[in-house]
């Protein structure tokens, strides 16, 4: 007989790290709006691995209104890191500069507006951090680049790899020998969707 807690899912959902008055503000206007982020607890988790893995330089594809920049520019705060996030709709774009000042991380963070496929072939330095977050079938086709700039020992997040279209993704990173890979699904209470899997890998 197992010991697991009942419910689980109302039991997870009550540790939830809370959030500022910014950051609980793009969570209701992404509720509003169907607009799909990470929401705190991923968040949390992105915040706590760059610091862990003192990240000074993090690539993120795919910025929306700027939520997860917020929990990534903290987390390398510490290190006095910066984060380069790709986003390709102008008016999202402009919306996540203006969230991204009033979190006072405009020092911090550069967004730069276009298709994330063709930015990072342009991308020359390398990153010590790599958030994946744009369309779930173009992880497998950015993955290369995604090699080319993650330093040895840097760490690749992907979120919503329990969509269909990140099967090949999956695949791929998996059987593919110069990546150590898992790949992990979960109850994720707020996030979009609160079913779904996350990748982290790394090369060695
Ligand atoms: C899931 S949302 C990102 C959410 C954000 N990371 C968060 O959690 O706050 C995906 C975003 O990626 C953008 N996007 C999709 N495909 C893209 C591409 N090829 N290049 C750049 N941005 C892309 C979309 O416009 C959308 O704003």
Redesign the pocket.
């Known amino acids: 007989m197992s010991n697991l807690v009942k419910n689980p899912e109302e039991y997870f959902r009550k540790f939830i790290p809370p959030n500022n008055e910014l950051l609980a503000a793009l969570e209701e206007e992404a509720e509003r709006e169907g ?4 929401g705190p607890l991923v968040g949390e988790l992105l915040f706590i691995l760059a610091g862990v893995i003192r990240a000074s330089s993090i690539l ?10 917020i929990f990534l520019a903290r987390g390398c705060e510490a290190a006095n890191g910066r984060v380069v996030t ?4 102008p008016d ?1 774009a402009t919306r996540a500069k203006e969230n991204i000042h009033k979190a006072g991380l405009q020092d911090r963070v550069e967004i730069r507006v ?4 063709e930015e990072i072939k342009r991308l020359q330095t390398s990153f010590d951090l790599i958030f994946m ?3 779930k079938r ?1 992880y497998v086709r950015v993955l290369p680049d995604c090699h080319r700039l993650l330093k040895a020992g840097g760490l690749l997040v992907a ?2 790899v329990g969509f269909e279209d990140a099967d090949d993704f999956n695949r791929a990173i998996f059987d593919h020998p110069d990546w150590r890979s898992v790949t992990l699904f979960s109850f994720l209470p707020y996030h979009s969707p609160e079913h779904d899997g996350l990748c982290l890998a790394t090369r060695p």
């Open positions: 607009i799909p982020i990470i993120e594809l795919g910025t929306a209104t700027g939520y997860s920049a790709l986003e390709s709709n999202i276009g298709d994330a496929l977050d744009i369309e173009d979120d919503n």
